[in-house]
């Protein structure tokens, strides 16, 4: 992969929320959620400022200990599976103004893990339930019941 490509949430149909060392990420098109946590969080975090492969490395170096070229194919390689999930896209904008790398350089240098995107489908049904046209009476999250006619 080249290492200067930036990425991009899919617009839309793709939510998230961030916590302190995980990222939930949820497609409304599938209903399936998905999370990293610890530098697959914080390369999420990164990718939301604009920077590219190469600069999330850069990034990480300085808060994981591991070399750059491994931070990178690491970063890379959840970029990949991201794109392969239809999570994110490659961009070729350049960020209107970056913010400051959410990244605290001053924590003592941690372990590194490289990351891994957990998928979960346990909730896909309810996720995928529409609130205005599939329920019944009581309401959502009550599932209108199949008419036998």
Known sequence: MDRSVRFRPATARVIHEMFD????????DTGRYFCVQEAGADI?????????????????????????DALADATARLCDEL?????????????AARDAAPL???DPRRP????????YTD??????????HEV???GWPVAKADDPA
């Not at 060392?21 to 409304?28: A, F, H, Y």
């Not at 850069?58 to 200990?65: E, G, M, P, T």
């Not at 909730?123 to 205005?132: A, C, G, K, N, Y």
């Open 21 to 28: 060392d995980e990222v939930v990420i949820v497609d409304l």
């Open 44 to 68: 999420w975090r990164l990718m939301l400022t604009g920077q590219s492969v190469a600069e999330m490395a850069a990034s990480l170096a300085a808060r994981y200990d591991a070399s750059e």
């Open 83 to 95: 794109v392969r999930e239809r999570l994110v896209a490659a961009t070729t904008d350049t960020p």
């Open 104 to 106: 605290n350089a001053a």
């Open 112 to 119: 590194f893990t490289p990351p891994a995107l957990q998928v």
């Open 123 to 132: 909730m896909q049904d309810l996720l995928l339930l529409d609130p205005i």
């Open 136 to 138: 019944d009476a009581t």
